[in-house]
């Protein structure tokens, strides 16, 4: 079946150049993302479901919807 | 949901507004100088720009549902850490100037001007706003540079939602980079 086959798609940020602003937590339909200590936003992997919100709304387009391996 | 947080954005907006009619409301905007950096130093967190800030909620708003933003990736050199440390620095000079001003008009030593100072350049006559009132001019000087420094970063913030995604100033808005510094170094990262 092509659904069990599918690689998942999630959320990835790269942490170094988040401003932790927080936009991105606002938007996820899922709420996957929290922002560490003021730091950075950290996606859980688990919640995601890849839709990109969090990539459109990101003022500084640090986030990027990758394949994760299975 | 909506939170109660989330129409803070009205109060940013009657900030800006009330300026235009008595420049001594300026100062209410010190809640919004102090509010992030006390919750940045004693909880660690940026809850100011992840809850409250009103600022960051006109621009997603005009930018966002009002379509005035042309949703474009910010450059490269806008969200580097050199650029934001160096607005940050640069705006901190720019501060400590208006404060020295400040300083000169309560020490008597210079005249009151009601003037509103644009991008640290452009300087519009704002006597409209000022009505003599009962406090020393100093106070009124104050409130002058005070509003110059807050018009002139919504003027900056305006024109990169418009450039850029509308929430772009939040990558060099000076009030997140210090608030994000003050929680790395806080938590030790
Ligand atoms: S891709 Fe969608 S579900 Fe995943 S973190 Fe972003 S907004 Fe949330
Ligand atoms: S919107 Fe972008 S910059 Fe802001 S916290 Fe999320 S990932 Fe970081
Ligand atoms: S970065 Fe600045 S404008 Fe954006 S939410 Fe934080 S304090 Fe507000």
Same mark, same amino acid.
């Given at each position: ?9 999630? @959320? ?7 401003? @932790? ?19 950075? @936003? ?17 003022? @500084? ?10 | ?8 954005? $009205? ?26 950096? &006390? $919750? ?5 967190? /940026? ?22 933003? +042309? /949703? +474009?990736?910010?450059?490269?050199? !806008?969200?580097?850490?050199?650029? +934001?440390?160096?607005?940050? $620095?640069?705006?901190?000079? =720019? ?27 452009? +300087? &519009? ?35 990169? =939602? $418009? ?14 980079? !210090? ?6 170094? /806080?938590?030790?990262?």
């Amino acid at each position: 079946m092509a659904k069990t086959t599918r690689i998942p798609r999630k @959320a990835q940020v790269m942490e170094s150049l988040c401003v @932790a602003c927080g936009c991105c937590v606002k938007v996820c339909p899922m709420k996957a993302i929290s922002i560490y200590k003021g730091i950075k @936003a950290v996606v859980d992997q688990k919640l995601c479901v890849g839709c990109g919100k969090c990539v459109k709304e990101c003022p @500084a387009s640090v986030i990027e919807i990758q394949e994760v391996g299975p | 949901m909506k939170m109660w947080y989330d129409y803070l954005w $009205i109060l940013s907006l009657s900030y800006l507004i009330l300026g235009f009619f008595n420049i001594l409301f300026a100062w209410l905007g010190l809640i919004c100088f102090f509010t992030p950096l &006390v $919750i940045s130093v004693v909880k660690g967190t /940026k809850g100011y720009c992840n809850r409250y800030c009103g600022r960051g909620q006109l621009f997603s708003l005009l930018g966002g549902r009002f379509g005035l933003s +042309r /949703k +474009r990736d910010v450059p490269n050199w !806008m969200k580097s850490k050199a650029f +934001r440390y160096g607005f940050l $620095i640069f705006f901190f000079i =720019m501060f400590f100037q208006m404060l020295w001003n400040t300083y000169l008009v309560f020490a008597g030593a210079a005249e009151l001007k009601q003037v509103v100072t644009l991008l640290w350049t452009f +300087r &519009v006559s704002w006597q409209w706003a000022y009505h003599g009132e009962l406090l020393h001019p100093g106070a009124a000087q104050f409130a002058f540079g005070f509003y110059s420094v807050m018009l002139t970063s919504t003027i900056l913030g305006l024109i990169t =939602m $418009i450039l850029f995604k509308p929430r772009s100033w939040c990558v060099y808005c000076p009030m997140g980079t !210090m608030t994000q510094l003050i929680c790395k170094v /806080k938590n030790k990262e």
